[in-house]
């Protein structure tokens, strides 16, 4: 499997972490005195301790006792962060998150870390740097950007040790592994423009960076073909079954002359399928469905799914290599992109 590189780094992204060797030369204190200080050592006074703290402080710097405790050989943490919108509560029985997941677990095993499997909520993607302030886990994997760029770039900005699945963003100071979401919109574009389709709909929260990104890629894929796409073929939808359903019947209702599905996820795209069955839309000869992710059941579901493929397993050992790397004091790349692909099964295709 191929990936690609941008390389490409902000200021941000490129500076170094301030060390406790920094902080002991601008106190004029030894490392060790630093780290008693900064533990809350009695052996070192009241007067030292607090100015120790106030640099260090100045400057950013947090100690990071999980870290501290990889060298000596305690055992390793790395939590695994799932945001949290009260709003659409996606479930962790999302086929995608569950891959996503699960691939990290095995990755993480394979390198000797254990696993701590977290929620935040998706406007406090910032609560995550209590996990390796508090020495809970040595650094942090967050599953998705949300719609909070600012908030991980702070976190970058302080040299927290954190690595995102999602899309590459501008301006971006963290380090991201994601698929190309503009080129995987255009290709469904291209297939269901060739397909004979004309009157298509979107599904997806364009709020989010990587939906944005697939919309983004589908309508100018449409549009070198001669086809725009209305607002009101696009509906704003979570990821949940559920929700899919629902507008699913609304962009029935309100195009009749219907004859194809983009849904931002397979999820959706299987509720679309149901709904349209409900209303007895034949997949594919009266509507093609395109779904994105290609997770296991894709394959599975009736009719065959079709989708853009991410790598998740591939994606699971990169999020790990990327997260050991700053945490070994290295610099990795910004932004890997993995390879793209679209899956062609029978829900988009009429032979």
């Not at 030369?25 to 070192?44: D, M, N, P, Q």
């Not at 696009?234 to 359903?245: C, K, N």
């Not at 999820?267 to 994105?292: F, H, I, N, S």
Request: charged share 20%; aromatic share 6%; glycine share 8%.
């Amino acid at each position: 499997m191929s990936k690609t590189v941008n390389k490409q780094g902000s200021t941000s992204a490129s500076r170094r972490r301030m060390q406790m060797t920094d902080i002991a030369r601008l106190a004029g204190v030894s490392v060790s005195t630093v780290s008693r200080a900064l533990s809350g050592s009695e052996l070192i006074s009241a007067h030292t301790r607090e100015r120790i703290k106030t640099l260090a402080q100045q400057f950013n710097y947090t100690v990071n006792s999980v870290a501290t405790n990889l060298r000596s050989g305690v055992k390793r943490t790395i939590a695994v962060v799932v945001p949290f919108e009260p709003g659409s509560r996606q479930s962790f029985a999302d086929p995608f998150l569950h891959g996503m997941i699960g691939s990290l677990a095995d990755a993480l095993t394979e390198r000797g870390y254990e696993m701590l499997l977290s929620r935040t909520d998706a406007d406090r993607l910032d609560a995550v740097a209590a996990l390796i302030d508090s020495g809970r886990s040595a650094g942090v994997i967050l599953i998705g950007q949300w719609r909070h760029h600012d908030q991980l770039n702070a976190m970058a900005a302080r040299g927290l040790p954190l690595v995102v699945w999602g899309a590459h963003l501008p301006h971006q100071d963290y380090c991201t592994v994601g698929g190309d979401n503009v080129r995987g919109g255009q290709l469904v574009a291209e297939h269901l423009l060739a397909q004979g389709r004309r009157h298509m709909v979107f599904l997806g929260d364009c709020g989010l960076p990587e939906v944005a990104q697939r919309y983004r890629g589908f309508v100018a894929g449409l549009r070198a073909g001669g086809i725009n796409l209305p607002a009101q073929q696009r509906m704003a939808v979570p990821f949940l079954a559920e929700s899919g359903r629902q507008a699913m019947f609304t962009l029935i209702d309100r195009i009749p002359e219907l004859d194809a599905v983009f849904a931002c996820s397979d999820l959706l795209a299987m509720a679309a399928v149901g709904a349209l069955r409900e209303r007895k839309k034949q997949v594919p000869t009266d509507v093609a469905v395109v779904g994105y992710d290609d997770v296991e059941l894709s394959a599975h579901f009736n009719p065959p799914l079709s989708t853009v493929r991410q790598p998740i397993h591939e994606a699971g050992a990169l999020l790990v290599g990327e997260l050991l790397m700053l945490l070994e004091g290295k610099t990795p790349p910004p932004f890997v992109v993995l390879e793209t692909r679209l899956i062609v099964r029978e829900s988009s295709y009429v032979a």
